[in-house]
T-cell receptor, first 113, second 109 residues
Framework: DAGITQSPRYKITETGRQVTLMCHQT?????MFWYRQDLGHGLRLIYY???????DKGEVPDGYVVSRSKTENFPLTLESATRSQTSVYFC????????????FGPGTRLLVL | GQSLEQPSEVTAVEGAIVQINCTYQ??????LSWYQQHDGGAPTFLSY????GLEETGRFSSFLSRSDSYGYLLLQELQMKDSASYFC??????????FGKGTTLSVSS
């Protein structure tokens, strides 16, 4: 299916475990983004990527790792999950030169026990 | 640094007009966007102002004044389905988008 997808949609894990959230887009958009959304904080940027093999930190990158070996995929890894990383995670993509128009995936709801 | 301020909640009735204001502080930005998010859903793009003035998209309009560090989203002919959160978003120079904390709009009949 065309669009932007995220998996898993729901995840429960324990503190200290490694978790990888997947994001896949079929538009060949240059830009991809990871946000977390928490009550009272709105959406905060974790990492973003302007193209394959180019990634940059956002507002809240600590505890997260990203990679982008292919244009269409942008996985987010929590190396050692903590309870403070319980959140809803959104992936988004946009075309080159149109960063203001982002298309969001459905989100992954992560609970860290 | 940069910051965005918008009201946390707004209420209105069907058929009315509502304006959601956004003030910001930034050292440099390309423009101001607005996104809508329904409960449990993903944010969706509504509009973008790169230049000062009004942008109209159907029932929704957005305005930007760089000299006043101010923008707003205007929703006309409100419908129940417009009940959602609305975010003003800075397209920040040197980095990516900075989201405000959002305004929850409740539309009643």
């Amino acid at each position: 299916d065309a669009g932007i997808t995220q998996s898993p949609r729901y995840k429960i894990t324990e503190t200290g475990r490694q978790v990888t959230l997947m994001c896949h887009q079929t538009w060949s958009h240059s830009y991809m983004f990871w946000y977390r959304q928490d009550l009272g904080h709105g959406l905060r940027l974790i990492y973003y990527s302007a193209a394959a093999d180019i990634t940059d930190k956002g507002e809240v990158p600590d505890g997260y790792v990203v990679s982008r070996s292919k244009t269409e995929n942008f996985p987010l890894t929590l190396e050692s999950a903590t309870r403070s990383q319980t959140s809803v995670y959104f992936c988004a993509s946009s075309e080159m030169g149109q960063r203001e128009t982002q298309y969001f995936g459905p989100g992954t709801r992560l609970l860290v026990l | 640094g940069q910051s965005l301020e918008q009201p946390s909640e707004v209420t209105a009735v069907e058929g009315a007009i509502v304006q959601i204001n956004c003030t910001y502080q930034t050292s440099g930005f390309y423009g101001l966007s607005w996104y809508q998010q329904h409960d449990g859903g993903a944010p969706t793009f509504l509009s973008y102002n790169a230049l000062d003035g009004l942008e109209e998209t159907g029932r929704f309009s957005s305005f930007l004044s760089r000299s006043d560090s101010y923008g707003y989203l205007l929703l006309q002919e409100l419908q129940m389905k417009d009940s959602a959160s609305y975010f003003c978003v800075l397209n920040q120079a040197g980095t990516a988008l900075i989201f405000g904390k959002g305004t929850t709009l409740s539309v009643s009949s």
